[in-house]
């Protein structure tokens, strides 16, 4: 497992934590059922608040990606496919939404956008 | 269980009053306590080994009334202070002889492995170590106790930033254990301030603040704009600001900034001074 912690970037150290563990459970990298550091040993290795790792831990076993068994650790939860589908799907919205933002930013009316997505699919074809 | 436990302390002094303190260091953490010079992070510190007596509120360290066996407590306590009072003559070697009749649960191995790894010279006495040398064997005696809790009080300042560095590894291995708790104070954190877990603000006897370091992180950001720009943001979001005539420079709560404005993070250094400043 690779994490790689950038001080200088305005993005959390919590958040970078969890989206580093997150793509590399996603890809494959990490496997199902795999084992992942102890949130204190992760901390320590890090040399960050346990905190910070906790939160990062807490959100990925919200979300799915891991599960703890007490007194042992927290392991790579299989893959879920319809949270993968969810993920993505969340994803392409956030993406349209920049869209929207741009066009309005540019008068573009709706059949507009409508013509340039049908434009850009057909060549995708 | 809480490592430290201050309610309504209070204690004063002609020309200064520590007033009303309450803090907590939950078990397991580590709190930095950040004042400027004279704000009573040391005068707090002395209260809570009843170095000095407090006038009142209570004050319980790992989980037992600080004025109740103070010297069984002080075992399971590493203190590190800005001086480190050593006499003057006795070497790396003798200084753990004496140490090993001083602490119950001195550990020789883990001393003589602390002394190792902080590269301390074996035959120097004492009187000729640099202040980071000091400092260093500060730190292997209060580590080579079994102790659970360490006060740090100015440990760090003025040291290099090699041998700060060589520090904050050596106090991030030692919270690897959920039993161990740290208190550190200082005016500076920077390096320090990755490790914290909670942060609490002193000024001139007063608690300005006590949180987690990562809420305070997320809820507060600088943004640097122009006079009209600021008007955009609601009057509450804005904690502080700095103008000077070619624009602003403004502490805000992130959320409730319009999302257009790009939100810099804020070091706990910073977030001080402007608290301080807002205070005053």
């Known amino acids: 497992m690779h994490i790689l912690i950038d001080n200088k970037s305005g993005t959390p150290i919590y958040d970078q934590i969890y989206s580093q563990i997150k793509s590399q459970i996603i890809s494959g990298e990490l496997q199902e059922n795999e084992i992942l550091p102890s949130i204190r040993g992760l901390a320590k290795d890090l040399r960050i608040s346990f905190i ?31 949270l993968l589908r969810e993920e993505t799907l ?30 850009a699919m057909e060549g995708q074809e | 269980m809480n490592a430290i436990e201050i309610k309504n302390l209070t204690k004063s ?12 260091l939950p078990g397991g953490c580590i709190l930095g306590l950040i004042g400027e010079n004279g704000a009573g992070k040391s005068t707090t510190i002395k209260l809570i080994l009843d170095i000095i007596h407090k006038d009142s509120g209570s004050i319980t360290i790992l989980g037992r009334d600080n004025t109740e066996n103070i010297l069984l407590t002080k075992e399971e306590v590493g203190v590190v202070m800005d001086e ?8 790396v070697k003798q200084i753990g002889n004496v140490m090993a009749h001083t602490f119950r649960n001195w550990d020789a191995s883990a001393y003589q492995a602390l002394v190792q790894r902080m590269d301390l010279p074996e035959k120097k ?20 106790h079994n102790c659970k809790l360490l006060l740090l009080d100015e440990a760090t ?17 030692f919270t690897r254990d959920v039993n161990h708790s740290i208190l550190v104070s200082s005016h500076i954190v ?23 370091k990562d809420v305070l992180l997320a809820e507060y950001g600088v943004i640097h704009c122009t006079a009209e720009q600021l008007q955009s943001i609601p009057l509450e979001a804005i904690k502080h600001k700095k103008e000077s005539p070619y624009g602003v420079e403004a502490l805000v709560l992130r959320s409730r900034v319009p999302s257009d404005l790009h939100i810099s993070p804020i070091s706990i250094e910073e977030l001080f001074v402007y608290m301080v400043k807002e205070a005053q």
Not at chain 1, 53 to 77: M, N, Q, S, W
Not at chain 2, 157 to 165: M, T
């Open chain 1, 90 to 119: 969340k994803k392409i919205e956030d993406h349209i939404d920049q869209i929207l933002k741009l066009a309005a930013s540019c008068n573009l009316s709706k059949d507009d956008i409508v013509s340039m997505i049908l434009f």
């Open chain 2, 157 to 173: 300042s003025g040291l290099d930033p090699v041998v700060r560095d060589d520090v904050v590894e050596i106090l991030s291995d």
């Open chain 2, 13 to 24: 002094f002609p020309g200064f009053t520590l007033n009303n303190l309450n803090l907590t």
């Open chain 2, 125 to 144: 006495p004492f009187k000729d170590f640099s202040r980071g040398m000091k400092m260093k064997l500060g730190i292997a005696i209060a580590l080579s």
């Open chain 1, 52 to 82: 910070t790792t906790k939160r990062a831990y807490d959100e990925l076993e919200k979300e799915g990606f891991l599960y703890t068994i007490p007194a042992k650790g927290c392991y790579v939860a299989p893959k879920n496919v319809e």
């Open chain 2, 84 to 91: 480190i009072g050593i006499p003057e003559c006795l070497t």
């Open chain 2, 190 to 212: 920077s390096d320090l301030e990755k490790l914290c877990d909670y942060i609490a603000f002193l000024h001139k006897g007063k608690l300005l603040l006590w949180e987690e």
